[in-house]
């Protein structure tokens, strides 16, 4: 199994992100087959403080720009210095390019500068508004596999350094996901490195050992190397969310150890010889562990209920993973504890132990004010309910990197610069058969529609049917700027479209109107406003196709709006796998304590730490997306583990014929120590996450350790409180 975990590869690909089995993603599937993808391409942003009009700035873009048409990836470039408009000569009829930018006659740059910003679709899509920067975009092939996007964004930043332009930034698919995977590659061995380092720590201080540290630590390794193993063996690779697996694991599989640990250090204390000490741990505290493993199954693979494949990775994995741990805890572990030295543990009473004090000066404290403790967390309820109510569901689509990141400082850049660097793709059909796209009928209202999204989503970069036509008019008309618009007559109309469906195979029309100029589409690009808002500007576009659409049918599609679809189902896969967590994990602790009443107090318990941390998310402003929304299934199928070991103890106690307040006291008292000290491993191995570049992964571990954090409190005060005040009538069978 080591030597399988050693071939894992990583990879990151954005259509792992769209949403399984759904109608949308077949419809945009259809859309780029007939098409082409909308992101497949390359945006290189330059500046120049001086002004971009500038002979020895634009000879060295030039000099790029066929550097750049050299790759062996590169359809085509579109650059300042090679962006010609089309004149037909009035004599011959043929047609000439001509450029708009005489970058080799420093003469021509005041007329050129004229014209290019009294051209809409030159100014915000190539020339900043500032006159300060150029955009280069390079079109790459389609479907670019991981090994071409490797090739094609190392060369494109090797070639970048070879001229020296004083700031440069680079967007696109390939280059982010190059620089995702080395990233994926470099945190995975920080955040392994740093949960190994952590546990050593608290495994020393717990247990102040050697012996007490290396045991637990060999386990819980072999568990992440078999569950690694394993992923390799059935051809998974590891992807940004399966990144944090092995964190997870190391810090999930050693809940079990220590529970068993400290269950036969404790018998040791008190005389036992070491069989049956090992003996004794096994019966008291075996059949919790097997149950708290179980519900940490359930926990993740209600994860299952979610649309991304990713996510769904994630939850089958760490639950084979637990699985492997409860093993290797209940036959590795033992079997290097008989076979190796017995250990010597001091033989002290409880009373003389930190750890007793502790929780017995707690204990006393909780007796005194079990109310006043159960009116605090009602209070707690109801401003976390209230901060629940202001949480949003949006995404963005770098929202994952930090500020600070380059990647997302180019993607900020051109986002300010130019028309910005989200896709926008919107599919169009006719209705009717009797009718084509060239129609003058169907233009004018494409254009109107092509007007509304320019105005209310600020689309820029626009290639649609309407903006061919109005390139092929202002040719005819000797590419005066003025004609760029839909003819006005009929017959000019009929003209130019005669000429374009000759020249239907050039890609620049194939891949706005197909062949029976029955389907077409609008692309562009747009400011990464968010999906929240993209969401409410789309549903004002339906309404707005309702009323001036006609004949055209349309969908909107492309890659970023499926991955904002993805989000959109978060709020109904966490609910729904929620639901099936409480459900099971109910029918569990009936079956072990055969009390409804212990199934509402677990219940109650362990929602409350999910209340608690979706009120801050709503207070701080936190948006419920991927990366924030699995917190809740994971930490409540970790959280009620703790809840299941105090409440096996507690019946343990009470079949040894013990008062019901003398019970909880011994629970309270046995279990505590384990509690606190598994509690602190989980939060301090998920806030090793906290150190990712990745937002979403540093969420993850910030949120789901302040989660764990309130489940200790309120496994330790209010779950004691809540048995202390409400008794359990009948003894547990």
């Given at each position: 199994m080591g030597w399988r975990a050693l071939q894992m590869e990583f990879d990151y690909n954005f259509e792992m992100f769209f949403p399984k089995d759904d109608p949308a993603t077949r419809k945009f599937l259809e859309h780029r087959?007939?098409?082409?993808?909308?992101?497949?391409?390359?945006?290189?942003?330059?500046?120049?403080?001086?002004?971009?009009?500038?002979?020895?700035?634009?000879?060295?873009?030039d000099g790029l720009t066929k550097r750049l048409e050299e790759q062996t990836w590169t359809e085509y470039v579109i650059s300042p210095t090679n962006i010609t408009f089309p004149i037909r000569d009035p004599l011959f009829g043929v047609l000439n390019d001509i450029p708009y930018l005489h970058f080799d006659k420093p003469r021509k740059y005041e007329s050129d500068s004229a014209r290019i910003f009294n051209s809409p679709e030159l100014a915000g899509s190539y020339f900043s508004a500032d006159g300060k920067s150029i955009l280069i975009y390079v079109r790459h092939t389609s479907k670019l596999p991981e090994e071409g996007c490797r090739g094609l964004a190392e060369n494109t930043n090797e070639i970048l350094a070879e001229f020296n332009f004083s700031e440069h930034h680079v967007a696109g698919r390939c280059d982010a996901q190059e620089y995702y995977i080395n990233l994926l590659q470099t945190e995975l061995v920080i955040f392994v490195g740093a949960s190994i380092l952590l546990i050593v720590l608290f495994l020393s201080l717990s247990y102040r050992s050697i012996w007490g540290v290396w045991v637990p630590a060999v386990v819980i390794i072999t568990a992440v190397i078999w569950t690694m193993g394993l992923m390799e063996l059935t051809g998974k690779k590891i992807d940004m969310i399966l990144s944090i697996l092995p964190t997870i694991m190391l810090v999930i599989g050693?809940?079990?150890?220590?529970?068993?640990?400290?269950?036969?250090?404790?018998?040791?204390?008190?005389?036992?010889?070491?069989?049956?000490?090992?003996?004794?741990?096994?019966?008291?505290?075996?059949?919790?562990?097997?149950?708290?493993?179980?519900?940490?199954?359930?926990?993740?693979?209600?994860?299952?209920?979610?649309?991304?494949?990713?996510?769904?990775?994630?939850?089958?994995?760490?639950?084979?993973?637990?699985?492997?741990?409860?093993?290797?805890?209940?036959?590795?572990?033992?079997?290097?504890?008989?076979?190796?030295?017995?250990?010597?543990?001091?033989?002290?009473?409880?009373?003389?132990?930190?750890?007793?004090?502790?929780?017995?000066?707690?204990?006393?404290?909780?007796?005194?004010?079990?109310?006043?403790?159960?009116?605090?967390?009602?209070?707690?309820?109801?401003?976390?309910?209230?901060?629940?109510?202001?949480?949003?569901?949006?995404?963005?689509?770098?929202?994952?990197?930090?500020?600070d990141n380059y990647l997302q400082q180019g993607f900020r850049f051109i986002e300010k610069n130019f028309d910005g660097c989200r896709p926008y793709e919107l599919s169009i059909w006719l209705e009717d058969s009797s009718k084509t796209i060239y129609d003058a009928d169907?233009?004018?209202?494409?254009?109107?529609?092509?007007?509304?999204?320019?105005?209310?989503?600020?689309?820029?970069f626009v290639?649609?049917?309407?903006?061919?036509?109005?390139?092929?008019?202002?040719?005819?008309?000797?590419?005066?700027?003025?004609?760029?618009?839909?003819?006005?007559?009929?017959?000019?109309?009929?003209?130019?479209?005669?000429?374009?469906?000759?020249?239907?195979?050039?890609?620049?029309?194939?891949?706005?109107?197909?062949?029976?100029?029955?389907?077409?589409?609008?692309?562009?690009?747009?400011?990464?406003?968010?999906?929240?808002?993209?969401?409410?500007?789309?549903?004002?576009?339906?309404?707005?196709?309702?009323?001036?659409?006609?004949?055209?049918?349309?969908?909107?599609?492309?890659?970023?709006?499926?991955?904002?679809?993805?989000?959109?189902?978060?709020?109904?896969?966490?609910?729904?796998?929620?639901?099936?967590?409480?459900?099971?994990?109910a029918i569990i602790v009936f079956l072990m304590f055969r009390s409804f009443k212990l199934v509402i107090f677990s219940l109650i318990v362990n929602i409350l730490p999910l209340v608690m941390i979706g009120g801050i998310m709503g207070f701080l402003g936190i948006d419920l997306k991927m990366s924030t929304a699995i917190i809740f299934t994971i930490a409540f199928g970790i959280a009620v583990d703790d809840t299941i070991h105090f409440l096996s103890k507690l019946r343990h106690e009470l079949r040894q014929g013990k008062s019901m307040l003398y019970a909880i006291k011994r629970s309270y008292l046995s279990t505590g120590k384990a509690i606190v000290v598994t509690s602190l491993i989980l939060c301090g191995g998920f806030l090793t996450l906290a150190l990712s570049d990745f937002l979403g992964t540093?969420?993850?571990?910030?949120?789901?350790?302040?989660?764990?954090?309130?489940?200790?409190?309120?496994?330790?005060?209010?779950?004691?409180?809540?048995?202390?005040?409400?008794?359990?009538?009948?003894?547990?069978i």
């Open positions: 087959d007939q098409f082409i993808t909308d992101n497949d391409y390359v945006l290189i942003a330059i500046r120049n403080e001086k002004g971009v009009f500038k002979e020895d700035f634009l000879t060295q873009l050693l809940s079990d150890a220590i529970h068993l640990i400290s269950k036969y250090l404790e018998e040791l204390r008190k005389g036992k010889p070491q069989d049956e000490a090992i003996t004794i741990a096994y019966k008291e505290v075996g059949l919790a562990t097997f149950f708290t493993s179980l519900t940490t199954s359930i926990g993740f693979l209600t994860l299952l209920t979610s649309s991304i494949m990713p996510i769904i990775d994630l939850g089958i994995y760490v639950a084979c993973g637990v699985v492997i741990a409860l093993v290797l805890t209940y036959s590795l572990m033992p079997a290097i504890i008989l076979l190796t030295k017995p250990l010597k543990v001091a033989e002290v009473e409880n009373k003389e132990t930190f750890w007793y004090r502790i929780l017995h000066g707690m204990f006393r404290w909780l007796i005194r004010n079990k109310g006043l403790s159960i009116a605090g967390f009602v209070v707690i309820m109801g401003l976390s309910i209230f901060g629940c109510s202001k949480i949003i569901l949006n995404n963005h689509l770098l929202e994952d990197l930090k500020e169907v233009l004018q209202r494409l254009e109107s529609i092509e007007t509304y999204l320019q105005t209310e989503h600020e689309l820029g290639l649609s049917p309407v903006a061919i036509i109005k390139a092929a008019n202002k040719a005819q008309h000797g590419g005066k700027q003025k004609f760029y618009k839909l003819p006005e007559k009929e017959k000019q109309l009929n003209k130019i479209v005669k000429e374009l469906q000759k020249l239907q195979k050039l890609d620049i029309i194939s891949s706005v109107v197909s062949d029976d100029l029955r389907t077409s589409r609008i692309a562009g690009r747009t400011a990464d406003v968010g999906s929240y808002r993209l969401a409410e500007q789309d549903a004002k576009l339906t309404e707005y196709m309702k009323e001036h659409a006609g004949v055209i049918g349309f969908n909107i599609t492309g890659t970023a709006h499926l991955i904002d679809i993805n989000n959109s189902y978060i709020s109904k896969n966490v609910l729904q796998g929620l639901m099936i967590a409480f459900g099971v994990i540093a969420n993850i571990g910030i949120l789901i350790s302040l989660t764990l954090l309130f489940a200790v409190l309120s496994d330790l005060v209010l779950l004691p409180a809540l048995l202390l005040i409400f008794p359990i009538k009948k003894k547990i």
